[in-house]
T-cell receptor
Framework: LAKTTQPISMDSYEGQEVNITCSHN???????ITWYQQFPSQGPRFIIQ???TKVTNEVASLFIPADRKSSTLSLPRVSLSDTAVYYCLVAATNNAGNMLTFGGGTRLMVKP | DTGVSQNPRHKITKRGQNVTFRCDPISEHNRLYWYRQTLGQGPEFLTYFQNEAQLEKSRLLSDRFSAERPKGSFSTLEIQRTEQGDSAMYLCASSAPGTGRETEAFFGQGTRLTVV
C-alpha cells in the first residue's frame, strides 16, 4: 500500500489560496489520488480524485506532476468554514477492491 | 435521506459487555467499509466488503472484533468483551465500483462508543 505524507497542520487567512502537498513515493500504476475533508464530529467527505495532471471541480483543484510521487490540493479563497482536517489517500479503482486508508491528515486553520 | 445510516449514534456500555453497530449503506453501493477513529487521529481502516464478501479483515484490531454483511446490504460490526480502549467513533462508508469513482466513499455520521 502506498503511504502518504502530508504536513500535520497549516494556518491561513480568509480569502487566501491554500495549497496542501502530499507525498506518495510508492504510488502504484493503478492508484488514484483522492482527498477528503473532515469536520469535527462528522465523517470524512470526498473532495476530489485524480490520476495525473490537473483536475478541477467546484470545490478545489488537484495538481499531480508527471512522476505522480506527490500531489497538491489547492483551495481557492478559503473561508472560516474551510477549517477542517484534509486527508490525502492513494487507492486503486479496479474491481479487485480497494482499501481506502487514511493517514493523519493536515489540520487547516483559517483565521479571520 | 438516502445517505449512509449508522445506528446507534451513541452507545455507552460497561467493560466486558458485547456491542453491535449497524450500518445501512447507500442502496446501490456494493462496497462497504468500517473504520475506527479516536480523537486527533485519522480514521483507522478495519475491514471492507464487496457485496457480502469480506475482502480484508486482517486489520480488525483483535479477535474480539468481527463484521458481517450477510445479504450484501446492511452490515454489522460487533465488539465482544469491550475494553476501555475500544472507546472511539466507529465510522461506516460505502462506495460504488465501476463508475470510475471508487475512491469516492460516502460516510455515515458514525457511532460513538464509550466503554465505562
Amino acid at each position: 500500500l502506498a503511504k502518504t505524507t502530508q504536513p500535520i497542520s497549516m494556518d491561513s487567512y480568509e480569502g487566501q489560496e491554500v495549497n496542501i502537498t502530499c507525498s506518495h513515493n510508492n504510488i502504484a500504476t493503478n492508484d488514484y489520488i483522492t482527498w477528503y475533508q473532515q469536520f469535527p464530529s462528522q465523517g470524512p467527505r470526498f473532495i476530489i480524485q485524480g490520476y495525473k495532471t490537473k483536475v478541477t471541480n467546484e470545490v478545489a483543484s488537484l495538481f499531480i506532476p508527471a512522476d505522480r510521487k506527490s500531489s497538491t490540493l489547492s483551495l481557492p479563497r478559503v473561508s472560516l468554514s474551510d477549517t477542517a482536517v484534509y486527508y490525502c489517500l492513494v487507492a486503486a479503482t479496479n474491481n479487485a477492491g480497494n482499501m481506502l486508508t487514511f493517514g493523519g491528515g493536515t489540520r487547516l486553520m483559517v483565521k479571520p | 435521506d438516502t445517505g449512509v445510516s449508522q445506528n446507534p449514534r451513541h452507545k455507552i456500555t460497561k467493560r466486558g459487555q458485547n456491542v453491535t453497530f449497524r450500518c445501512d449503506p447507500i442502496s446501490e453501493h456494493n462496497r462497504l467499509y468500517w473504520y475506527r477513529q479516536t480523537l486527533g487521529q485519522g480514521p483507522e481502516f478495519l475491514t471492507y466488503f464487496q457485496n457480502e464478501a469480506q475482502l480484508e479483515k486482517s486489520r480488525l484490531l483483535s479477535d474480539r472484533f468481527s463484521a458481517e454483511r450477510p445479504k450484501g446490504s446492511f452490515s454489522t460490526l460487533e465488539i465482544q468483551r469491550t475494553e476501555q480502549g475500544d472507546s472511539a467513533m466507529y465510522l461506516c462508508a460505502s462506495s460504488a465500483p465501476g463508475t470510475g469513482r471508487e475512491t469516492e466513499a460516502f460516510f455515515g455520521q458514525g457511532t460513538r462508543l464509550t466503554v465505562v
